[in-house]
């Protein structure tokens, strides 16, 4: 019983690990597509005062 109660509880970890890894990639990930979407919104507005 007890090492069965141990495995749940190291189960549990593990899953907030996953969790959190994959919160983290999110972050990024939202962080890359927002510094993309600047980047893009410079470069039109560079090219519009070009034109």
Avoid: A
Avoid at 33 to 45: L, P, T
Wanted: aromatic share 6%; charged share 40%; proline share 0%.
């Amino acid at each position: 019983m007890k090492q069965y109660l141990i495995k749940q509880m190291e189960d549990k970890k593990k899953l907030k690990k996953k969790k959190n890894q994959i919160k983290n990639k999110l972050k990024f990930g939202n962080k890359i597509y927002k510094c993309i979407k600047h980047m893009r919104n410079k470069i039109q507005i560079t090219q519009k005062m070009e034109i």
